[in-house]
């Protein structure tokens, strides 16, 4: 069921364990058939520790029984986190944050726009993170930290992240896209860059009913000029290289048209071959391209590939706009991974990893939710809200203080801030080798001086 937005934040601020009731974590465990004994740490008290954890920024575990009012040792908490099941924190996500999604109601045109991306974040090397995730290829042999990749799926209306699929380092995004299309419904938009732009996706959203606006992969050639010949029948002689491999239909504007794209002979690694052989065998899409003028981005001239092939209802000035409304999936995942300090986890088994990640998701929607209370009282989009200012809010208020207004960020259009830091850190040498070595070459200098 589904609160309405100043009710929820209500209830959460009242009691920010409300939002996951004692009874409903009760209720899945016995679901699962998971059996426990009445004691300081069972599972509502964990996972309600577990939460508090990560939303004062990841705090240490020897921290936790002081801002719970209880005793028990950092050890203990440990214990009684790890024999929490997986499958318990997966579905107590699906209830929250589906509780949490159903409070906004706005549209882009009609639709539900959702923005992908993908990102990584560390983690303690231990041998099984090593195992399951991996580390840079850059990184020497017990220098380095296990490295997980990322999938984001973020609601573009509110900012709340709806999901996350966990993988080993060198995974490509589109490797675990079909776990996104499961939160996706026919009519939806979905927004990401290059990295998403394959006919293959393509055609999967197409066979879904679901629209895909990505920005076209460098490896594409495209041609503006009207009536051009295309290579796709014979890229393999001289005649058909460096043509475009898409089939011209018809002029839109000087910068846009619609074409035919063909499906490629090979399957794509994250498709099976019964998957790729129900395909359709070609697809109407549309190319445009729109000029770039703002300071601080790196291109001027950006090239697009969408299913939106109605001129009429979605023009140029539209899809151009909307796609540079991607660049706050980056903002959203700074969110996560900074503010909130998702960039390092701390758990060391690769269980607790994704229970670790689910209860980030979990908090950052909290923090969105107030943004949206915030965004309707205080008649503002809700992306000119603080985040850390709602953040302080939800953590750091008295349960029974008003919500008050919060932090608004100013209208700065143009505004260019190069990434740089000018405090200098501290200037301690880089591990090279493994500790051992220097532990050893430490000792037997100081046998070699005695």
């Not at 290579?231 to 491999?245: H, N, V």
């Not at 071959?273 to 981005?297: I, V």
């Not at 608004?408 to 070595?437: A, D, L, S």
Request: charged share 25%; aromatic share 8%; glycine share 6%.
């Amino acid at each position: 069921m589904a609160l309405s937005i100043s009710k929820a934040v209500a209830q959460i601020k009242s009691d920010v364990f409300s939002i996951v009731p004692s009874d409903v974590i009760v209720a899945l465990c016995r679901e699962l058939k998971y059996h426990w004994r009445e004691r300081c740490l069972g599972p509502v008290t964990t996972i309600q520790a577990f939460l508090l954890q990560v939303l004062h920024g990841n705090t240490a575990c020897d921290h936790l029984p002081h801002l719970m009012g209880k005793k028990f040792t950092s050890e203990a908490y440990c214990q009684a986190r790890s024999r929490l099941l997986l499958e318990l924190f997966q579905r107590l996500l699906t209830a929250v944050c589906g509780a949490l999604h159903g409070a906004a109601s706005d549209r882009w045109r009609g639709h539900r726009v959702w923005l992908i991306d993908g990102t990584t974040c560390s983690m303690p090397d231990t041998p099984a993170l090593q195992r399951t995730f991996g580390q840079p290829g850059c990184q020497r042999k017990g220098c380095g930290f296990p490295v997980a990749h990322l999938l984001a799926l973020f609601n573009f209306q509110t900012g709340m992240l709806i999901r996350v699929a966990a993988a080993p380092l060198r995974t490509h995004d589109l490797s675990l896209v079909t776990q996104m299309h499961e939160e996706l419904a026919a009519g939806d938009v979905i927004v990401g860059d290059r990295a998403f732009c394959s006919y293959a996706h393509l055609a999967m959203l197409f066979q879904a009913g679901i629209h895909g606006l990505f920005r076209i992969h460098q490896a594409i050639t495209v041609s503006f000029r009207p009536g051009r010949r295309h290579g796709a029948r014979r890229s393999k002689q001289k005649a058909g290289r460096g043509l475009p491999k898409s089939r011209y239909i018809r002029r839109l504007a000087r910068t846009d048209q619609i074409v035919e794209y063909f499906k490629p002979k090979q399957c794509p690694v994250w498709m099976t071959g019964d998957q790729y052989a129900q395909l359709p065998a070609t697809l109407q899409l549309r190319e445009l391209r729109y000029r770039m003028s703002q300071r601080g981005f790196r291109t001027r001239e950006v090239l697009i590939l969408t299913t939106l092939i109605d001129a009429a209802s979605y023009s140029t000035h539209n899809l151009a706009a909307l796609y540079v409304k991607r660049w706050e999936v980056e903002t959203n995942l700074k969110h996560l991974k900074q503010t909130l300090r998702m960039d390092v986890l701390h758990t060391k088994s690769p269980d607790n990893i994704i229970k670790e990640l689910a209860m980030y998701v979990l908090v950052y929607n909290l923090v969105r939710l107030v943004m949206l209370d915030a965004s309707n009282k205080q008649h503002v989009p809700v992306d000119r809200i603080s985040f850390i200012d709602a953040l302080r809010w939800l953590r750091d208020s008295p349960n029974s203080s008003p919500p008050g207004e919060l932090i608004t960020i100013p209208r700065r259009p143009g505004r260019f801030e190069p990434r740089v830091r000018k405090r200098r850190p501290k200037e301690f040498p880089v591990m090279m080798q493994p500790r051992q070595k220097y532990r050893k070459r430490k000792t037997s200098t100081c046998s070699a001086q005695s």
